[in-house]
């Protein structure tokens, strides 16, 4: 196989690599790191590969790239219609990925459970609004302060999730 095409771009625009992280081919993914490393840091849609697969909650992907380039547990995606700019964390906590979450807790102890996404919400307010227990036990255990944070609308964490049932009735 040529390892120059790791970089030539699919017909959607993603490349190789963003494809292997939404369908969760491990494999494939270490494959494109080693005949490709810069790839994954390009961005598809406004996120990264490890944005796709934290997205996906693809656990051996989310390794893969974690252990190839932990600086990825960091990097801000860039805001589109679906999602505002966030760190992977608040993706797989929005969607109830608690493996995935525990992984990007484990790469980025200080930073990952206290980051705020553009509107102020930690991954403990996501998780919170959808309703993800394991993943709400998961951040309060590796950042118990974060149940006071605030989001750009005045609210705890525990203010969304009752704002969620009331609404829902």
């Known amino acids: ?32 790191l080693n005949a490709a490393p810069g790839t994954a ?36 995606s860039k805001s589109d219609a679906a999602y505002p700019t966030c ?9 109830g990925h608690a493996p995935v979450v525990q992984l990007l807790l484990n790469a980025a102890p200080q930073t990952a459970a206290a980051a705020e996404e553009e509107l102020q919400q930690t991954p403990l307010h996501l998780a919170a609004m959808w309703a993800h227990p394991a993943v709400i036990q998961r951040l309060l255990q590796a950042a118990p302060q974060v149940a ?19 609404y829902r009735g």
Do not use: W
């Open 1 to 32: 196989a040529d390892p120059s095409m790791a970089s030539v771009a699919l017909a959607d625009g993603q490349l190789p690599i963003h494809a292997a992280a939404a369908f969760g081919l491990g494999e494939t993914v270490a494959l494109l």
């Open 148 to 166: 006071t944070a605030v989001d750009a609308s005045r609210k705890t964490p525990l203010e969304v999730a009752l704002n969620l049932y009331l």
């Open 41 to 76: 840091t390009c961005l598809h849609q406004g996120f990264n590969a490890l944005h796709t697969a934290c997205q996906h909650g693809h656990v051996d992907v989310v390794r893969a790239l974690l252990a190839a380039q932990p600086c990825l547990a960091t990097m801000a």
């Open 87 to 95: 760190l992977p964390i608040h993706i797989a906590a929005c969607d």
